[in-house]
């Protein structure tokens, strides 16, 4: 069991800049075993579906992002505080949502899907102003 809490979210005006924390904690996510989690962050916009927004496997290389974030958006990971990061720049009005992030134990094979995953955070509120 890994216990996923988001930091970070808030007001913010169109153009600024904001980054997201998703900590993990519990007997599952412990030392190098965090390493072996996949790991990414969704988001939800109110009235809308959960929409993917980046992914990061075991390697910084791999990689996913949503093509509308692509270059605004830059997800990482640091295993030995347990965090994966979202960094979000160039704000939009559009980018407004709860953001959520989500781990799977083992490599990313659907990263854009929500089933792929099996544990979220209860997220953290975004609100960008315009």
């Known amino acids: 069991q890994v216990h996923l809490v988001e930091s970070g979210g808030g007001l913010v005006p169109a153009g600024g800049s904001l980054r997201l924390a998703c900590k993990g904690s519990?007997?599952?996510?412990?030392?190098?075993?965090?390493?072996?989690?996949?790991l990414a962050w969704f988001r939800q916009a109110p009235g809308k579906d959960k929409e993917f927004v980046a992914a990061?496997?075991?390697?910084?290389?791999?990689?996913h992002y949503n093509d509308a974030m692509k270059g605004r958006f830059t997800i990482s990971r640091d295993n030995t505080e347990n965090t994966v990061y979202l960094q979000m720049d160039s704000l939009k009005s559009e980018d407004t949502a709860v953001y959520s992030c989500?781990?799977?134990?083992?490599?990313?094979?659907?990263?854009?899907?929500?089933?792929?995953?099996?544990?979220w955070g209860q997220g953290t509120q975004v609100t960008v102003s315009s």
């Open positions: 989500a781990a799977t134990l083992g490599p990313l094979v659907r990263p854009t899907t929500t089933g792929e995953y099996d544990y």
């Open positions: 519990g007997p599952a996510a412990s030392g190098q075993f965090f390493s072996k989690y996949a």
């Open positions: 990061i496997g075991w390697f910084d290389e791999d990689q």
